[in-house]
């Protein structure tokens, strides 16, 4: 089965998006936040790995066997290994720190100490820039909950004189000057830090992270990279901001987080879901009759193809992929009586409500739990795919495309442009309401009982 451990194998074929990534990171003028969106299972981790591979030609965290076999296919790597060191942060790991920044200047400590790359006359000063930055980091932890007291002190005070954050950046930038030490020939000197999975922090330990990297990390030697859901990230600054009206915290926490970021690339979702899911039953699908035959019927124009009833996200496909592994044996066999092309529209049609099965159980499992005892289920999904109205008030939290309503005026409403442009990551989008709106109605219960479990005796 499928896992879903980032890769450095390019799967969904982002070569020139890593390039254009990686050349942004190796040549733009720091201080730089970048940031690379995508929805969760996008492969935002993988494409962070991929760029990583891209700049230095290693990934500490792949395994050897991951990065030996990247090696072998002969991937773009190390492009800007000479000149760029990178570190790696996880911040999800560390999102219960009291100040997550420091978790981050441990990690870079941590990371920098190994004195790789670094002339043998420069070890001597690089482990006192390690000291320095062990010291910092101790002053930033208690300094950080100081911070609006010492600011009101220091401009009460002198308001010529730095503040202690000020001499802090300055500290840190020299430190880090001092690890970075290459040879004369080699001048671009930059510390690149991917900051993957803020998206999965608590709203207070990714607001504090940005917080810190505001304060004291926008270095003339620093180059940031944040893997983020961009929405998800703003709803965690938004919750920080507390402004009542909603409009007005939406906007203001785009806006905090446009100053922060103000370059972000976004991970295209899958271009033709169809042909990735076939690639992955390759994998899954044991019987090598039962794949050729699931996959005619996922590639065939009249099957799943031309429905577009897949969801265009990687990580919900191998989902997908590794459940239709487990249920392929329930496959009917399709009667060697009947003429060819009946019996390729049978095979397709079979591979068809198969699809149906496994997205819902899939993807939408208070609605399979029902199915299973009511047999008339797939009359009301189907009802209700057509606009037609149901009791079902569980189908209310899905989100069905429709053709947009206009007004009076002619302009669409926005209630019909909330539904029918959705976004096609969301997994909410019941995406299989095509599929089944081709097959229509007249579909027997009885079609689905070997599908179901009903009759596995």
């Known amino acids: 089965m499928h896992n879903d451990e980032p890769t450095l194998q390019d799967d969904l074929e982002r070569g020139a998006l890593i390039r254009e990534v990686g050349e942004a990171v190796a040549t733009c003028t720091p201080p730089q936040v970048f940031g690379v969106h995508g929805d969760w299972g996008l492969g935002k981790t993988s494409f962070l790995h991929q760029v990583q591979w891209y700049l230095m030609g290693a990934c500490p965290q792949q395994s050897d066997d991951a990065t030996k076999e990247a090696s072998s296919r002969d991937l773009a790597k190390g492009r800007h290994e000479k000149t760029i060191r990178a570190i790696w942060f996880d911040a999800w790991r560390y999102q219960y720190e009291d100040?997550?920044?420091?978790?981050?200047?441990?990690?870079?400590?941590?990371?920098?100490?190994?004195?790789?790359?670094?002339p043998n006359a420069a070890k001597v000063a690089a482990r006192g820039a390690l000291l320095s930055l062990e010291d910092l980091t101790k002053k930033i932890g208690f300094q950080y909950s100081k911070i609006q007291q010492a600011n009101r002190e220091w401009k009460a005070e002198n308001l010529a004189t730095p503040l202690p954050s000020h001499t802090m950046r300055q500290h840190l930038r020299e430190a880090i000057d001092q690890l970075l030490l290459q040879p004369k020939r080699n001048p671009l000197r930059r510390l690149v830090i991917f900051i993957d999975d803020i998206?999965?922090?608590?709203?207070?330990?990714?607001?504090?992270?940005?917080?810190?990297?505001?304060?004291?990390?926008?270095?003339?030697?620093?180059?940031?990279?944040?893997?983020?859901?961009?929405?998800?990230?703003?709803?965690?600054?938004?919750?920080?901001?507390?402004?009542?009206?909603?409009?007005?915290?939406?906007?203001?926490?785009?806006?905090?987080?446009?100053?922060?970021?103000?370059?972000?690339?976004?991970?295209?979702?899958?271009?033709?879901?169809?042909?990735?899911?076939?690639?992955?039953?390759k994998k899954t699908v044991a019987d090598e009759a039962a794949?050729?035959?699931?996959?005619?019927?996922?590639?065939?124009?009249?099957?799943?193809?031309?429905?577009?009833?897949?969801?265009?996200?990687?990580?919900?496909l191998k989902g997908l992929a590794n459940l239709i592994g487990r249920l392929w044996v329930r496959l009917p066999k399709v009667s060697t009586t009947l003429p060819e092309e009946e019996r390729e529209q049978a095979a397709i049609r079979e591979t068809q409500l198969l699809m149906i099965v496994a997205y819902i159980y899939q993807f939408h499992h208070d609605l399979y739990v029902r199915w299973e005892v009511d047999v008339d289920l797939y009359t009301k999904i189907y009802?209700?795919?057509?606009?037609?109205?149901?009791?079902?008030?569980?189908?209310?939290?899905?989100?069905?495309?429709?053709?947009?309503?206009?007004?009076?005026?002619?302009?669409?409403?926005?209630?019909?442009?909330?539904?029918?442009y959705p976004d096609p990551a969301d997994a909410r989008v019941f995406c299989i309401q095509s599929l089944i709106q081709h097959l229509g109605v007249e579909v027997s219960p009885d079609q689905f009982h070997h599908y179901l479990g009903r009759d596995q005796t």
Not at 255 to 275: D, G, I
Not at 292 to 316: A, M, Q, S, Y
């Open 99 to 118: 100040v997550p920044v420091v978790a981050l200047l441990q990690e870079m400590r941590a990371q920098l100490s190994t004195l790789r790359r670094i």
């Open 291 to 316: 794949c050729r035959r699931i996959i005619r019927g996922v590639e065939d124009h009249r099957g799943v193809k031309d429905h577009h009833c897949l969801p265009p996200n990687p990580r919900r």
């Open 383 to 420: 009802d209700w795919c057509n606009g037609g109205q149901t009791t079902l008030s569980f189908l209310k939290s899905l989100i069905r495309p429709k053709e947009a309503d206009t007004g009076r005026d002619g302009q669409t409403e926005q209630s019909s442009m909330e539904s029918t």
């Open 199 to 281: 998206d999965r922090c608590e709203s207070t330990a990714a607001y504090r992270l940005l917080e810190g990297l505001k304060i004291y990390l926008t270095l003339e030697n620093c180059v940031f990279v944040l893997g983020m859901n961009q929405k998800v990230i703003e709803e965690a600054i938004g919750i920080q901001i507390q402004i009542q009206d909603d409009e007005t915290r939406k906007v203001r926490a785009a806006a905090y987080l446009e100053k922060l970021c103000q370059n972000v690339w976004r991970l295209p979702t899958v271009r033709q879901p169809h042909l990735f899911l076939a690639k992955l039953l």
